[in-house]
């Protein structure tokens, strides 16, 4: 079966005029997925503008990374999931660090209102897991992921630059072909997405690289064509 590999811009930016020159650039590219915003264009703008900027020049998904969602109580899960759902988005990344419950609210609050879940647990900087030297437990991390597959979550954030790591996650959740992965980490940071050969579908996160691209669809051209060399 043929793997799937794509790019997500991460509009990291307070610009709302580069936001839309960018996605206005790239948006005809088979290469990207979809756009996925933040709290620096979020807080800036609004939510729901933001969305409207991006629409007016595509209908491809917009995922909301809210660095990082779910480590509230679990009663906070249905205004959040809400909120997302009035502001026009189509998938959220939660990072429900705060544990079970939260997690199980927050996952089934956004399913109800028909939106797209992506769970992550794992960030792509060094002296994050206790094995790392960070602080985070990694059976707990692990646990994040393999909970939420059994809520029905089937799309994951994996660090591009822990392939180990993610190779762990792949294992403990079965090895599922179900799954879609979306990962950090592939430009500035040095990610390299030919050592994650195992996951068959699989969007790379891209920020600054794209955003400060003198030809962000010369960009897109560079990467189709390295990302061709480990695609089936």
Known sequence: ???????????????????????????????????KIGFIAGLTHGLATVVQAIRRHSSKPIIYDHQKAATDIPD?????????????????????????????????ALQEEGLTVIVGGIMTHP????????????????????????????????????????REIFSALGKAGDAVFY?????????????????????????RALLQAADPVAYLKKVEEELGKITD
């Open 76 to 108: 906070m899960g249905a205004k959040f999931a809400a909120l997302m759902a009035r502001s026009g988005l189509t998938e959220v990344i939660l990072f429900p660090q705060a544990g079970p419950a939260t997690l199980t609210a927050w996952v089934k």
């Open 127 to 166: 002296q994050y897991r206790i094995s790392e030297g960070g602080y985070l437990d990694d059976a707990a991390i692990l646990d994040i992921y393999t909970r939420s597959y059994g809520l029905g979550v089937r799309n994951f954030v994996v660090p591009l630059t822990k392939p180990q790591a993610v």
């Open 1 to 35: 079966m043929k793997r799937i590999r794509k790019l997500i811009p991460a509009l990291d930016t307070d610009d709302l005029q580069k936001t839309e020159a960018l996605v206005r650039a790239v948006d005809d590219s088979p290469l990207i997925y979809g756009y």
């Open 183 to 207: 990962s950090p980490g592939f430009g500035k940071q040095g990610g390299d997405p030919a050592q994650f050969d195992f996951l068959q579908t699989h969007y790379l996160i891209v920020g």
